[in-house]
């Protein structure tokens, strides 16, 4: 078993055991996100995991399913293509914005409430159709996993990246300058990016328990990575695919969203709150606001170099800034503040008015004792 197996098991089964006792939780199953750029593994990792929670002596219904089996269909694509006919970063699938996450969010709402001997529908995407650029298949060609679900596995390569509170011209120039000769991008096309992620934040990651995360030593490595994962698609299934020269562009495309969004991820995990003054989501922190599992360390981030071998490994813990809290507790906090500041107004005032009254009345007395 590979250490990177070894360790996501292990992560996975630990805090089934505590989501199990959680009396919050009413025989719901429990939902794993998993994290890794292209080539990284996830996929293979998810398959293993799924036989593995299958057999003896766990004897789990496992589930799972990507982020990418929900990407738009192809000639939706084209259609986002075409509404952002300047932007490199929407000619093609990939990024926050190319998928349905209205069908993503109720297939894992399905999973979720699914009654014992109910069947529920999984879009599968085929990403060789298209010469590459893919397209989702008919229903028909769904998978169709029968209830009571213990755990569900859910992937994705840009799962668990959030939205920046401002994209500025120095993000953009220093994107362009690492990425010399390829992607060159303009403020307008990253703020695109940046919106769409706030739809994933809000509607699809408060599904998530637990977070699993691949990721790399060195950003470089998803060249090689996506590269091999090309060539054994087009070798074990024997379809056309994308040229080299093809996937080094596709993944040019997504070097962006790497250098903007896996610095959080890498250092504060899944279910820490943001450091550059992101306030503190219902999911996040060490007890979650919207009832959900709140096991310690739900994160562990596993490092990987370019022959997929484990660097370290370790699970994160929630952080949270009490001095940037949730938006209603902020709003609260600034009427609290008002309320406090109109008092003491008040009180000084209500001083001085005492004072020029007890004034007044020695002043008076003074003259009637000397008259």
Sequence with gaps: M????????????????????????????????ISGCQGSGKTTLCDTLTHLLKQEPYNLNVVNFSLDDVYLKHQDQLKLAQRYPQNLLYQQRGQAGSHDLSLATSTLNALLKAKEGESVPIPV?????????GDRLESSQWKYPVAPFDIVLFEGWMLGF????EITESDVERINRN??????????????????????????????????????????????????????????????????????AFVDSYMPAYELYLPRLDKVGF?????????????EG???????????ERH??????????????????????????????AQQLITRTLLYRCALV?????????????????????KHWTS
Excluded: C
């Design 271 to 283: 279910f820490g709150q943001g450091y550059k003054g992101e306030s503190l989501k219902n999911y």
């Design 162 to 165: 959030k939205p920046l509170n």
């Design 125 to 133: 995407y085929d990403k060789s159709l298209y010469e590459g650029k």
């Design 300 to 329: 562990l981030k596993i490092v990987l170099d370019q022959d997929r071998k484990v660097v370290s490994s370790k699970t994160i813990k929630e952080t949270s800034n009490p001095r940037l809290t949730r938006p209603n507790e």
């Design 2 to 33: 590979l250490p990177q197996t070894s360790e996501s098991l292990s992560h996975i089964l630990h805090h089934y055991q505590l989501f199990k006792q959680d009396k919050r939780i009413d025989g719901q199953p429990m939902i794993v996100g």
């Design 346 to 366: 008040g009180v000084i005032g209500l001083i001085v008015f005492k004072r020029k009254l007890i004034l007044d009345s020695f002043v008076k007395l003074s």
């Design 179 to 248: 990425n010399s000769g390829a992607v060159q991008l303009k403020l307008e096309d990253v703020r695109v990016l940046n919106e769409e992620l706030r739809r994933y934040e809000k509607e699809l990651y408060p599904f998530l328990d637990i977070f699993i995360h691949l990721s790399p030593a060195r950003l470089e490595q998803v060249y090689a990575w996506r590269l091999e994962q090309e060539h054994h698609m087009k070798q074990t299934r024997g379809v056309s695919g994308l040229s080299d020269e093809a996937v080094r």
């Design 286 to 296: 060490r007890e979650r606001e919207d009832k959900g599992y709140s096991g310690s």
